[in-house]
């Protein structure tokens, strides 16, 4: 069949309109002759380019790399329309046979040192597929990796809370270099950029909000370079004979984590090798015959003497976006204001059966996916701190129009691509049942699963991250030069170009 001539791609299912360059089926090779030609779609679904004397010609399909997707002028929201060729469940099987080929052959010098991580997340989606808690998915997770050859496993919720007490820290200084001036252009709102979905759909279409971004890396890429360059140390091996892997509710975590800022130049080697979904990671036991229920517990491994005897899972107070909103506030609350205030109490405030005297919650336009939340004075009773949680690109679009005309008023603003937060990720398992009623109790069950999934304490109170601050950074911890380079990245605008599709069909 051929496309009529007015005919242009537009809505392409996701949450945000991708640019069409993102999602070119087929590689259309210019040349002079191609003037006038069209483009038909046979019953099998091949292409093919039609001069006006009728000559077809086959075009080949177009193979896009994670690092072609980081340089387009499109969004990469939609793992669907990638041909994503360097991270999969495949390549770490890879990696694993390879490394028994090494060791057979007496090489074990050449093999590499392989170390999982997995997100609190990922293992909430898999508790409520297999009806089993938490923290049995984390200890049988643990015990298929290791079986298959993986030498470490890691929670990534540890460096969750790293993560959380450097983006507290960062917030209060720019807090206090702005006055709590928000909208100077510099310092406040500070934005969150744990989601490499907003990341990227921030640095394509709205490069003015960048300066407002936080800098702190995201849990996956601290874990990262915990990995590289930590551990390495502790192993007395080079960073690029780790073979890190990430196991994630989101397919945009495959792109984070190839950008050329999580890099090594000089060791030739990105703090991710690879990211694994949820999903993936599922199919993966799936196609090798293996049911997670029926695999034995194994006792889940540590990287500091202070969690060797530690039997439970790290757990923060919030949403699966993180936790970021309810942390830094109480994290401001305490420092800036005197104000004592835990994370529990903001994040359980708003609820029918919890209210606090000093917090006003408010759900915009009845929408769960956008709070707002503020830190009431004990005595004038106004607001010192305002923050919100947005969730979803709708929201997000008009979050970003807000920012754009200075009526976001708000001092931190926590961000999720994703509807629901990151229960709700791409990469994450789906329902068997397809019904949108399932769909949303499904998510339902996986934040809440999520959210009682371990044992809370203040992240500062963790004595495995004392003991990595001071063993890592030395005696200046997070004040030192090694810690800001270690824990900070940067966000640069993206130029988008010519769409080359923008031809008739």
Known sequence: MSFSGGLRLTDLNDYITPGQECIKPVEVKKTGSASGSQIKVDHTGDYYEVTKDGEETKLEAARITLNDCLACSGCVTSAETVLITMQSHHELLAV???NR???????????????VTVAP????????????????????????????????????????????????REFVERFRGSKGQMGDGLSLPVLSSWCPGWVCYAEKTHAEVLPWMSTTKSSQQTMGVVIKDYLAKKLG???????????????????????????????????????????????????AGISLTSVPELRLDSLFKA????DCLYSSAGTSAGGGLEYVMSYAARVLFGIDISPEQIATCGRAESTHPLIDVKAVRNQSDHREISLLDPTTRKPCLQFAA??????????????????????????????????NGGGQIQPED???????????????????????????????????????????GLDS?????????????????????GVSW
């Not at 597929?129 to 997770?141: D, E, G, Q, T, Y």
């Open 96 to 98: 694993l046979e390879e």
């Open 101 to 115: 080929r090494l060791r057979g052959l007496g090489e074990n010098d050449k093999a590499k040192h392989v170390v």
């Open 121 to 168: 997340q990922s293992r909430a989606s898999l508790a409520v597929k297999h009806n089993i808690s938490p923290l049995s998915v984390a200890k049988r997770m643990t015990a298929v990796l290791k079986e298959m050859g993986v030498d470490h496993v890691f929670d990534s919720a540890f460096t969750r809370d790293l993560t959380l007490v450097e983006s507290a």
């Open 237 to 287: 091996v080079l960073p690029s004979q780790i073979y890190h892997v990430a196991v994630m509710m989101c397919y945009d975590k495959k792109l984070e984590a190839s950008r050329d800022d999580f890099y090594s130049d000089i060791y030739k080697t990105r703090d991710v090798d690879c990211v694994v979904t949820t999903g993936e990671f599922d199919r993966m036991l799936s196609e």
């Open 307 to 310: 969690d060797t005897n530690r």
């Open 390 to 423: 947005v969730y979803g690109f709708r929201h997000l679009q008009n979050l970003v129009r807000k920012l754009k005309s200075g009526r976001a008023v708000y001092h931190y603003i926590e961000v999720a691509a994703c509807p629901s937060a990151c229960s």
């Open 434 to 476: 397809p019904s949108p009623a399932a769909k949303k109790q499904w998510v339902a069950d996986t934040e809440r699963t999520y959210v009682t999934s371990g044992e809370y304490e203040l992240p500062e109170n963790n004595p495995a991250l004392s003991e990595l601050i001071y063993d890592w950074f030395g005696a200046e």
């Open 481 to 501: 030069q090694m810690a800001k380079q270690a824990l900070h990245t940067q966000f640069r605008g993206i130029v988008a170009k010519a769409n080359s599709l």
